[in-house]
């Protein structure tokens, strides 16, 4: 006896990608690549000297920079090419930026007691100036992934 199993059903339920959830797409890829580029320009100079003689604050100007002119640039682009499609935000987008920016924000609220704690102990500036952009990186890039993940499904609102 065989089983009639109906077909899966095609991919056509997918609600179109709206402005928002492609501006996390563009936060998701360039928060981590950019903090990626500054770990590998900064980590080596630390093997090699001091965490006080240690340049930093140059290479995080550009990776903090680059973010931000690429999430505006990623922006542009993003509403060039989907500027006929139905992009509107709705209800929906709001619940799941609310959502992730909450995640973000319980990240960076450790973060920023674990700065304090390293200006209480009076921590060279290399390592609370890194701690908190790190933080910020994470809580950003988590706040990203839980909305995409939001808006591929896994969000009950």
Not at 64 to 81: D, E, Q, R, W, Y
Not at 136 to 145: C, E, K, M, P, Y
Request: aromatic share 10%.
């Amino acid at each position: 006896m065989t089983s009639c199993k109906p077909a899966p059903a095609a991919d056509t339920d997918r609600v179109p990608t709206t402005f928002e959830e492609r501006n996390t797409w563009w936060v998701a890829i360039l928060v981590p690549a950019t903090t990626l580029a500054y770990c590998a320009v900064v980590i080596p100079r630390l093997w090699s000297r001091p965490a006080a003689e240690v340049a930093w604050v140059t290479p995080m100007l550009w990776a903090i920079g680059v973010t931000f002119v690429g999430t505006i640039l990623g922006s542009i682009v993003s509403a060039m090419v989907a500027r006929d499609s139905h992009t509107e935000s709705d209800v929906r987008d709001k619940q799941i930026v609310r959502h992730g920016d909450r995640i973000a924000q319980g990240v960076m609220a450790f973060g920023a007691a674990a700065v304090l704690v390293l200006a209480m102990v009076r921590a060279d500036q290399f390592w609370i100036g890194n701690v908190l952009f790190l933080i910020g990186a994470v809580g950003t890039t988590w706040g990203a992934i839980a909305k995409i993940r939001a808006y591929r499904g896994a969000f009950h609102g």
